[in-house]
């Protein structure tokens, strides 16, 4: 059975690829200066946000081609299980590592919109890829955390270094925005098969079988973690990927309607509600009018 091992604080992790702790809650960690690494799997009860310089060529999204693999950012958040297993082997490492424990956020304001940065909870296959220019500001970025991290703790030290965190993560927004925008052919791919999937989800009986299909059950369908799938539907559309879903749900809604013989309880039920009053409910607010004024009307 693969080994999960714990990394609950800032030194844990120092200790782990060998390097000094200059602060106990925050480290940046230049991978070029580590000899090697044996990586194991490991839970993370730290923020990490690691720059990785690997160059994997040109990502082409559609037919068009994007020079955005100078370098390649993930993110990881306290409680989730990341890296990969080597078997023992020692590995030389490249990049980058940004470490925090959550209670360098105690009392700020990033304390309070830390969970707004929703590309923590993203897969590792839906990291952040960079241009040469948005390198050039992760690295500036960080190098001015490692300098403050470098200076003798006082009373400004805190607030500083959140603060360079804090707009370290806000180009790290920009950027996955970019990223969005620049994969608009591959995002549109996706739309489509989240339709085709509704289609299919409606059309047989998973629906009647396992009730309404929830956004987490769309985004594991289509390979994606729900907060990347929720940005992606939002970036595209300008709706959240749950009103998003509850509009398709109603097109098809409005397809059962047509057939008279079916009763608004049998509609229901066909769509996946436990109730039919919550069905109702959701198709006026949707719609302005009741399934049977809808009915009405044809």
């Not at 839906?126 to 991290?149: F, P, Q, R, V, Y």
Request: hydrophobic share 35%; net charge neutral.
């Amino acid at each position: 059975m693969e080994e999960v091992k714990r990394l609950d604080t800032v030194r844990q992790y120092n200790d782990y690829v060998g390097v000094d702790t200059l602060n106990p809650l925050v480290s940046v960690v230049n991978f070029n200066d580590v000899p090697t690494i044996i990586h194991y799997r490991h839970y993370m009860g730290v923020y990490a946000v690691f720059f990785k310089n690997i160059k994997c060529g040109n990502i082409t999204y559609g037919c068009q081609n994007y020079d955005y693999e100078d370098g390649t950012m993930v993110f990881v958040s306290p409680g989730q299980v990341y890296g990969i297993d080597s078997s023992g082997q020692a590995i030389i490492p490249s990049g980058w590592g940004l470490i925090f424990h959550p209670d360098l956020l105690k009392g700020t304001h990033l304390a309070k919109t830390i969970r707004d940065y929703n590309f923590f909870a993203y897969e590792v296959n839906e990291a952040l890829h960079l241009s040469k220019k948005e390198k050039k500001t992760i690295m500036e970025s960080l190098e001015k955390i490692a300098a403050e991290i470098e200076q003798n703790i006082d009373k400004h030290s805190k607030t500083l270094i959140v603060s360079n965190i804090e707009l370290f993560l806000n180009y790290c927004m920009r950027f996955y925005d970019r990223q969005f925008i620049t994969r608009s052919h591959a995002n549109k791919d996706i739309l489509v098969r989240f339709e085709n999937l509704l289609i299919d989800y409606f059309r047989s009986e998973k629906a009647s079988q396992l009730g309404l299909p929830s956004v987490a059950y769309c985004a594991d369908q289509l390979h994606l973690s729900p907060n990347y799938f929720g940005d992606l539907i939002k970036k595209e559309t300008g709706s959240t990927a749950l009103n998003y879903l509850q509009s398709k749900m109603i097109d098809e809604a409005k397809t059962y309607i047509f057939d008279s013989s079916k009763t608004f309880n049998e509609i229901a039920a066909d769509l996946g509600f436990k109730y039919q009053q919550h069905f109702t409910r959701l198709f006026k607010q949707k719609t302005g009018m009741t399934p049977q004024e809808y009915r009405g009307l044809n």
